[in-house]
């Protein structure tokens, strides 16, 4: 991290380019695809935030060993996850593709699981199907003809970006670096603990979903769901209204 | 002295058209301006405006209501009068909202294309146009008319621009999804929306920082408050926001932030205007296609009124 001088970042508000504090952040899985996409389009969208801020962000891909300077690792590994997380140590691990139930109540500290459990994804259809038994559907964490909620904004981003329509994957990645980004922006003193520390206790961050999203004791990001039909169709958004509990009425495993 | 009142009232009658007493009301999917009589409650006409109208207010002489057209990338103008929508001037891309500056430049914000545009809107030229964060929309003019506010939707910034320069000069982080702006009369400080932080701000002007918050208006008002229009009482003893989900609008003391109270309205209660004698204060509740109208002493819904799909703005001329 490279420190401006107070004057130079008095500058810099009105310049730009004095960059006060910039962070690593280490990828973990193909290099090609749509999680990876949805992150390059979140790290860009950090650092279009971070010009104003003097903080900048910048995507590593990383093997087996996790690069020393990364403040946060971006995992597209099914499987792996665990194995990631130990050889993490402080550092917050984002989980972005396993959907696995036992990966969310085990509870691993230092674990961030973006993309909705396999729970979550269940409760949402077992809803949609109560109120509309004969109508089949399947959930997903995100829809490229979704416009409520500034998503038609995000999905015209990714479409311009990439020229593929963006999809629950993308959506994860972005999801991911964008709350690394806003959340280092408040803080950018802060080294992998504090960072996990704030990620926990965000009670606010915005996935461009309408509702407020955080993370759960299981690590599991609490989020909205959309309902899709078999066409791939954008039918609806999980939690129907009203349902009780909320955004919490969807796969809230317990640890064990 | 007496002789002074009554020259400054010849003036001013002569500066600004008598008020049409007109509630002027943006749907953003009707794309259309329901105008509305505030005395009667009677809807008097609907204007078909153009594509994706949001932003609404006046000229200064109160002669002409701009529209901010997003798909037609526009600004309208309607005679206020005739109700007759005079021009549209080309005003960048996908303009969202915009605030009049009191030499009649409208400061605009460009959603799609990150950027906040200064237009003149007697010679259609774009003065100037600065770079903002991502999906910037509210803005608002200091009453000195020396600083324009841009808010940034996904970037969580009230950007601070210079009008004699026309650049940023400063950059707050602020709660996700700030929305609008407001300024004290004074100008010392302004409050910021968050909608999906849940949060209002107050920002002292002088130094750039947020000197107070309220994030606790979820707990106290209900869980799915979302902030989103904010508007100072005249005489400055309120500050009132509307709730967006929470289907309500709340007063809140404009220094502390404390809520005094809140009246239920219609669903996802957006715009705000207060009348000029602060008894009455509207939202416009856009999935209801109404606007709701507040009795601010009782802080009940005492009417509401039927408008296109999906009202957004709302600008009343009394």
């Known amino acids: 991290m490279r420190m401006c001088f107070a004057t130079a970042v008095v500058v810099a508000l009105a310049a730009g380019p004095c960059v006060a504090a910039e962070f690593t952040l280490a990828y973990v899985g193909p290099s090609g695809g749509a999680t990876v996409n949805g992150l390059r389009l979140g790290v860009d969208e950090s650092n279009v935030q971070g010009e104003f801020l003097g903080v900048k962000l910048t995507l590593v891909p990383a093997g087996g060993e996790v690069p020393e300077g990364a403040i946060a690792v971006l995992a597209d590994a099914p499987g792996k996850v665990r194995e990631i997380a130990g050889r993490a140590g402080s550092r917050p691990v984002f989980n972005l593709t396993d959907t696995n139930d036992a990966l969310r109540s085990a509870c691993l500290p230092n674990v961030l699981h973006v993309i909705p459990s396999d729970a979550m994804l269940a409760d949402a259809v077992g809803q949609w199907s109560g109120a509309n038994p004969d109508r089949p559907a399947t959930a997903a964490a995100w829809h490229h003809k979704a416009v409520k909620f500034a998503a038609r904004d995000l999905n015209r981003r990714f479409l311009d970006r990439f020229g593929t329509p963006m999809d629950g994957q993308a959506w994860a990645g972005w999801f991911a670096a964008r709350a690394v980004g806003d959340t280092l922006m408040r803080e950018p003193g802060a080294g992998p603990r504090e960072l996990l520390a704030a990620l926990k206790g965000a009670d606010g961050l915005d996935g461009q979903k309408g509702d407020p999203h955080s993370f759960r004791a299981s690590g599991q990001l609490r989020q909205g769901l959309v309902f899709v039909s078999p066409d791939g169709d954008l039918l609806g958004e999980a939690p129907v209204r009203g349902a009780p509990g909320g955004l919490d009425s969807l796969g809230n495993s317990p640890c064990e | ?318």
């Open chain 2, 1 to 318: 002295m007496f002789r002074s009142i009554l020259l400054t009232g010849l003036i001013a009658s002569l500066a600004t058209a008598a008020p049409t007493h007109r509630l002027f009301v943006s749907n953003e999917v009707g794309d259309s301006v329901t105008v509305i009589d505030s005395r009667s409650g009677e809807v008097q006409a609907t204007v078909t405006v153009g594509g994706r109208p949001r932003g609404i207010g006046f000229s200064p002489d109160r002669k002409y209501v701009y529209v901010a057209l997003g798909d037609d990338n526009a600004i309208a103008v309607i005679d206020a009068q005739t109700l007759k929508v005079e021009r549209k001037i080309p005003a960048g891309s996908d303009p969202e909202a915009f605030a009049v500056h009191q030499d009649g430049t409208i400061y605009l914000s460009n959603e799609d294309e990150g950027l906040a545009s200064a237009l003149d809107p007697s010679t259609g030229e774009i003065l100037a146009e600065i770079k903002v964060g991502l999906e910037p929309e509210g803005v608002g003019v200091s009453p000195d008319g020396k600083q324009v506010l841009v808010t940034s939707e996904s970037s969580n910034m009230v950007h601070v621009i210079s009008v004699s320069e026309k650049k940023l000069v400063a950059n707050i982080l602020v709660g996700a999804r700030p929305r609008e702006v407001a300024f004290s009369p004074d100008g010392t400080v302004f409050w910021v929306t968050s909608e999906v932080a849940g949060h209002v701000s107050k920002v002292d002007r002088a130094s750039n920082k947020v000197v107070a918050v309220n994030n606790r208006l979820r707990r106290e008002i209900n869980p799915r408050v979302k902030p989103k229009g904010v508007l100072l009482s005249h005489d400055g003893s309120r500050l009132y926001i509307s709730l967006g989900r929470g289907n309500a609008v709340a007063a809140l003391d404009p220094d502390t932030l404390a809520v005094q109270a809140t009246a239920e309205v219609g669903v996802r209660a957006w715009g705000l205007a207060l009348s000029r004698d602060g008894k009455r204060l509207y939202t416009a509740n856009g999935p209801d296609a109404t606007v709701s109208v507040v009795d601010t002493e009782s802080m009940k819904e005492v009417a509401t009124i039927p408008t296109g799909e999906m009202p957004w703005g709302l600008a009343l001329d009394d």
